[in-house]
């Protein structure tokens, strides 16, 4: 059961950080996002990388914590698939960890800035992914 409320608590924080993101994109386009460390979010968040298949990263981030959390859900009103949706939730979790991966190199190795939040998102992925495996 403490793995289960691990995944619900790490995806809920996950989302919320995504849903943050989101929100200060759409309202504030004239003020830059603040980064806590000294580093330049903006020029992360509003980089070419910053969209996958015309869709924001952080909405992609909001939709998938927000589908994770949902079959979580699900597990617990349908125990008769629970075997199903945890095994699609170790499979997308393991593709999300691995596209934080991929932005994080984009970030290191092309941008050379870093946001602080999308690194937090990617490493909230990767706690929700190994612990995916834990259910």
């Not at 759409?26 to 903006?42: A, D, E, G, I, M």
Request: glycine share 6%; aromatic share 12%.
């Amino acid at each position: 059961m403490i793995q289960v409320t691990t995944f619900f608590v790490m995806a809920a924080m996950s989302a919320i950080n995504a849903g943050y993101l989101t929100y200060k994109h759409y309202q504030s386009r004239n003020k830059p996002l603040v980064c806590p460390l000294n580093h330049n979010c903006s020029v992360v968040t509003e980089s070419r990388w910053s969209h996958f298949l015309g869709i924001r990263n952080e909405v992609l981030g909001l939709l998938f914590f927000c589908g994770l959390l949902a079959a979580m859900l699900a597990t617990i009103i349908m125990p008769a698939w629970q075997a199903t949706i945890h095994l699609l939730l170790r499979v997308g979790t393991v593709g999300g960890a691995l596209f934080s991966v991929l932005l994080v190199g984009i970030q290191t190795f092309k941008i050379r800035d870093y946001c602080f939040y999308c690194v937090i998102s990617a490493m909230l992925s990767m706690l929700v992914c190994v612990n995916a495996f834990f259910l």
